[in-house]
């Protein structure tokens, strides 16, 4: 199973264009089976999804978890889980998580696998408050369960500490900026039920426009 993750940045290029289109055809391009997806939505008013669902529905083989609280967002808290059509969820959740702005993560049970969607907070204090929600929220289905999102992370070396007795943290590479990525600020998290037989950011021409992060992808096994 190759899942996916990509900050879309509400369809804004780094060309300062809204182009839902675009998105999508970067992630038919990655050809996923599950997607994580970060600012999905926009922020004000009740938070309409910055990609239609009919646009979804037309362009790619994918269908909306139904992880939102109202009719106009795909997600919750910007957070939005695409499952390929054929892969239904045993399971939908959404995860409140602590900090001094509005967060939250998305899971989605399929296949016997638990995927988590989470854009986690800029200060350090509140990831790891985050990351502690979750861990705790995954409790005795960590084996098989998979994090993926913008972590916001900028060091590969400390700031995962919540997650490093249960989960194996791997970053694909550097995802921000598009246009010249630096840093890898998108990762994934897995239990130990799973493996990662191959992993990758997305660089291809329209992936540097589309948004100002890069997505990541990952192939799974299981153990």
Same mark, same amino acid.
């Given at each position: ?5 990509y900050n879309i940045r ?6 300062r264009r809204r182009d ?65 059509? $054929? *892969? &239904?969820?045993? !399971? ?6 602590? +900090?001094? @702005?509005?967060? =939250? /993560? ?80 998108? $990762? *994934? &998290?897995?239990? !130990? ?6 992993? +990758?950011? @997305?660089?291809? =021409? /329209? ?17």
């Amino acid at each position: 199973m190759r899942i996916a993750s990509y900050n879309i940045r509400k369809a804004v290029g780094t060309d300062r264009r809204r182009d839902p289109a675009r998105i999508l055809k970067v992630l038919n391009r990655i050809e996923a089976d599950v997607v994580m997806l970060q600012e999905a939505d926009l922020r004000l008013g009740p938070r309409p999804a910055a990609i239609p669902r009919f646009l979804i529905s037309q362009e790619t083989d994918y269908e909306v978890a139904d992880l939102a609280i109202n009719d106009v967002s795909l997600g919750w808290h910007g957070n939005a889980i695409l499952l390929r059509r $054929g *892969l &239904a969820p045993s !399971r939908l959740e959404r995860i409140e998580l602590p +900090g001094l @702005e509005p967060r =939250g /993560a998305v899971l989605a049970e399929v296949a016997g696998l638990t995927f988590v969607g989470a854009h986690l907070g800029l200060m350090r204090r509140f990831r790891l408050l985050q990351m502690t929600a979750i861990r705790e929220h995954l409790r005795g289905r960590e084996a098989r369960a998979l994090i993926a999102g913008d972590f916001n992370e900028w060091s590969d070396v400390r700031g995962y500490e919540p997650w490093e007795t249960q989960f194996t943290l791997l970053l694909p590479g550097r995802s921000y900026h598009a246009r010249r990525p630096f840093v890898a600020l998108d $990762g *994934l &998290a897995h239990g !130990r039920g799973l493996g990662v037989r191959e992993m +990758g950011v @997305e660089d291809s =021409g /329209a992936a540097r426009v589309a948004s100002d992060h890069l997505p990541i992808w990952a192939d799974l096994d299981r153990v």
